[in-house]
């Protein structure tokens, strides 16, 4: 079996060549010797540089990167992320980590990620800054936002979800295959994780350990007002893509509620002295509420239909990209 070590770049020639060389190193552990990680026959390092004006490429040829996708200009993390699924996909890849290219995370804990996605308990696993083990150094306001997402999030999704932004994970083959960004043009981060979890992917997070350099520039979150305008539009677009009933139904039914009590209210007011000038507000309220959580409820309805359609779409995709990549492989293979 492929493994594939992905790493996302952007103007990294200073870190990128210790970062290969330390998965490179990696390698050579216990796991994948004589542990459960033997299985994975090949092990390949991917570069995907998403539009570098430094000399990020020359640097990972030099420290022995085996796969390398560049293109101009920079496009964002998602857009990487789209490219980095699509190459390990046409390389035979049963298995993909993804991993930052600035060092903050340790090559020595991807054992601990693709181990259980190995074992076939779980499709994917993520990286978990805010478990057991706390990240260091971590900007607060980062910590909040996480924490505050992952919890609106996990309320929707009913499902319960730790840390949304983190880019240390681990793929199966079929996840890779069944993964659809919509959003290409920020980061990839949540809108996988709740793509995953609407198609019933199941997912794990594992506590590891990151230390945050005090020199290092972010690349995304250059300003955190824009990270959370982005981030929010994200999760409320997907959000609302995989749990259509939810997103529009809880409104509308609250609405209603409302315009319930609003209309009891009015009632009990006129039935005691039976005029209902003094209490007309009561009744405009009432009837305001209720048509909006009608239409909330409407919107759900359809807004599920199209999440019907939408499912047998992805479907067929699914069955179409399957299909290639299976045919690329097996063409690699009789040559």
Same mark, same amino acid.
């Given at each position: 079996m492929?493994?594939?070590?992905?790493?996302?770049?952007?103007?990294?020639?200073?870190k990128?060549? @210790?970062?290969?060389?330390r998965?490179?190193?990696?390698?050579g552990?216990?796991?994948y010797r004589t542990g459960?990680g033997s299985?994975?026959t090949?092990?390949?390092?991917q570069l995907?540089d998403d539009?570098?004006?430094?000399?990020?490429v020359?640097? +990972?040829k @030099?420290? /022995?990167a085996?796969?390398?996708?560049?293109y101009?200009p &920079?496009?964002?993390?998602?857009?990487?992320?789209?490219?980095?699924?699509e190459n390990?996909?046409?390389? /035979?890849a049963?298995?993909?980590?993804?991993?930052d290219a600035? /060092?903050? %995370?340790?090559?020595?804990d991807?054992p601990?990620?693709?181990?259980?996605v190995?074992?076939?308990? #779980?499709?994917?696993?993520v990286a978990?800054?805010?478990g057991?083990? !706390? !990240?260091?150094?971590?900007p607060?306001?980062?910590s909040?936002l996480n924490?505050?997402a992952?919890?609106?999030?996990g309320?929707?999704? &009913?499902v319960?979800?730790?840390d949304?932004? #983190?880019?240390?994970r681990?793929?199966s083959?079929?996840?890779?295959?069944r993964l659809?960004l919509v959003?290409? &043009?920020f980061t990839y981060t949540q @809108?996988t994780?709740?793509?995953a979890?609407?198609k019933?992917?199941?997912i794990r997070?594992?506590p590891?350990?990151v230390?945050y350099? !005090?020199?290092r520039?972010?690349?995304?979150t250059?300003s955190v007002?824009?990270f959370v305008?982005n981030?929010?539009k994200?999760i409320?677009k997907?959000v609302?893509?995989v749990?259509p009933?939810k997103?529009?139904g809880?409104?509308?039914?609250f609405m209603i509620?409302?315009s319930v009590? $609003? %209309?009891?209210?009015?009632?009990?007011?006129? $039935?005691?002295?039976l005029k209902?000038?003094?209490?007309?507000?009561? $009744?405009?309220?009432?009837?305001i509420f209720f048509?909006v959580?009608?239409?909330?409820?409407v919107? +759900?309805?359809?807004?599920d239909?199209v999440k019907?359609?939408?499912l047998?779409?992805e479907e067929q995709?699914?069955?179409?990209?399957?299909?290639r990549?299976?045919s690329? @492989?097996g063409s690699r293979?009789?040559?």
């Amino acid at each position: 079996m492929r493994l594939i070590v992905n790493i996302p770049a952007y103007n990294e020639e200073d870190k990128i060549a @210790e970062t290969i060389g330390r998965i490179r190193s990696s390698f050579g552990s216990e796991f994948y010797r004589t542990g459960s990680g033997s299985a994975l026959t090949e092990k390949l390092i991917q570069l995907i540089d998403d539009g570098s004006t430094d000399a990020t490429v020359a640097r +990972a040829k @030099e420290a /022995g990167a085996d796969l390398i996708v560049s293109y101009r200009p &920079n496009r964002r993390l998602a857009y990487a992320f789209k490219r980095s699924v699509e190459n390990a996909l046409e390389h /035979g890849a049963d298995f993909m980590v993804n991993i930052d290219a600035d /060092g903050q %995370f340790d090559p020595e804990d991807i054992p601990k990620l693709i181990e259980p996605v190995l074992a076939g308990s #779980c499709d994917m696993t993520v990286a978990n800054r805010f478990g057991d083990i !706390a !990240a260091k150094d971590i900007p607060w306001i980062r910590s909040f936002l996480n924490r505050f997402a992952a919890s609106m999030v996990g309320f929707f999704l &009913n499902v319960k979800t730790e840390d949304l932004t #983190c880019g240390f994970r681990a793929h199966s083959r079929e996840t890779l295959l069944r993964l659809n960004l919509v959003n290409v &043009n920020f980061t990839y981060t949540q @809108e996988t994780i709740i793509d995953a979890i609407g198609k019933n992917l199941k997912i794990r997070w594992i506590p590891i350990r990151v230390t945050y350099h !005090a020199d290092r520039k972010p690349k995304i979150t250059k300003s955190v007002t824009r990270f959370v305008s982005n981030g929010f539009k994200i999760i409320l677009k997907a959000v609302r893509d995989v749990r259509p009933m939810k997103f529009f139904g809880i409104p509308g039914l609250f609405m209603i509620g409302i315009s319930v009590v $609003l %209309f009891v209210a009015f009632l009990v007011s006129y $039935l005691q002295d039976l005029k209902i000038s003094p209490y007309r507000n009561y $009744l405009s309220f009432a009837a305001i509420f209720f048509v909006v959580g009608l239409q909330f409820v409407v919107f +759900a309805l359809l807004a599920d239909m199209v999440k019907s359609n939408r499912l047998l779409i992805e479907e067929q995709l699914y069955l179409s990209k399957k299909r290639r990549y299976d045919s690329i @492989e097996g063409s690699r293979s009789a040559s």
